[in-house]
């Protein structure tokens, strides 16, 4: 793994806020996406973000590549802090920083050609036009397994792999350094699937892009990513390398999430333990005091009602936010 850091996110919030009233002008709450995250992702790095649906993975990835504005926090992109930039200042930093959504048909205009879809960021800044811009276009497609000829084509014309794969090329048009993947796979059979993440492999060895690839799919963020992150009610709990995290969980939401994942083995599925965790996901709105998970956990004792637990080193480069290894708890 390469050692430039490509983005560093510290300390980072993006609170929403719940209004009442006729014209919704009284805050009555606020409901905490992201609380206070911090980590970073190095050039070339797939750094996989898993996590129970409605943990804040999506929020936190749009805050990356600035979607969502922050409400605090920094999020350093070479050198410079982009919460701190207006619109105006951010624009240049744009091209670099570029998103494959999850749905890859309502994420296409409609009325656009392929030709108009993957050639909109190149208008948009300015970088090709005429017999170049036509040429860049069809290279894109060759590049992500598409003839050109497909390029007269309307997002309807394409199957489901197929569309994904012009979210892809629209992604490249601009040769970012970092792509954020909000679940690209998640509306895709699972042979399509496949073949998504072969490509975006191959197309992370050829340009040394940074992904941030959230998922559901532990098999799968197991298999495309580096480093893993594991997020729980807006905070990151756990974060180590792939194969350290799967081999050796520490956190117990981690355990959790693991031991739900099938092994292809009857005997060995048969024998093994699954963790239930008992309860409902908190509200983001009210979390619990102390550490999050504390209310849901197999392995709470007193303090952890009370005492946030750091994301702190315990060996390896595997960090992990638990009262059960923090060595900084009173």
Known sequence: MAEEIIIEVNNLTKYFPVSRGLFRQKKIAEVKAVDGVSFAIHSGETLGLVGESGCGKTTLGKCMVQLYRPTSGEIIFEGKDLCRLSDKELRPFRQKLQV???????????????MDIIGEPLRIHNIAKGKEYQERVAELLRLV??????????????????????????????????????????????????????????????????????????????????????????????????????????????????????????????????????GEVPSPMNPPSGCVFHPRCYRAFADCSQTIPLLEDVGNNHHVACLLYNQSRP
């Open 145 to 278: 397994g598409l003839a050109p000829y497909m390029a007269e084509r309307y997002p309807h014309e394409f199957s489901g792999g197929q569309r994904q794969r012009l979210g892809v090329a629209r992604a490249l048009a601009l040769q970012p350094r970092f792509i954020m993947c909000d679940e690209p796979l998640s509306a895709l059979d699972v042979s399509i699937q496949a073949q998504i993440i072969n490509l975006l492999d191959d197309l992370q060895e050829k340009f040394g892009v940074a992904y941030l690839f959230i998922s559901h799919d532990l098999s799968v963020v197991r298999h495309i990513s580096d480093r893993v992150a594991v997020m729980y009610l807006g905070k990151i709990v756990e974060i180590a390398n792939r194969d350290e995290l799967y081999k050796n969980p520490l956190h117990p939401y981690t355990q959790a999430l693991l031991s739900a994942v099938p092994i292809p083995d009857p005997e060995v599925e048969m024998k093994r333990q699954i963790i239930v965790l008992k």
């Open 100 to 114: 494959v959504f999850q749905d890859p048909y309502d994420s296409l205009n409609p009325r656009f050609t392929a």
